[in-house]
């Protein structure tokens, strides 16, 4: 299953969105305090996938705060 989840970058303020393989009650397992790790309940989701989850970053967010210490 595809879920379209959306959230608000730290870096820019935009609101960004992203297709996810995974489940509603996923998303709202981790929301609601779970204690479980992130990789473990999202275990099929790349670093990035669980990082936009965790904190509404993007790829993009990360290469542009990089970028400005180059």
Do not use: C, H
């Not at 393989?21 to 790790?37: C, F, I, N, P, Q």
């Not at 990789?39 to 990360?62: H, K, V």
């Amino acid at each position: 299953m595809m879920i379209n989840l959306k959230r608000k970058s730290p870096y820019t303020g935009k609101v960004n969105s992203m297709d996810l393989a995974t489940t509603k009650e996923a998303l709202d397992e981790y929301y609601s305090g779970s204690v479980r790790y992130v990789q473990d309940i999202f275990s099929n989701l790349n670093a990035e996938e669980r990082e936009f989850i965790m904190t509404g970053y993007t790829p993009n967010d990360w290469y542009e705060i990089f970028a400005e210490e180059d």
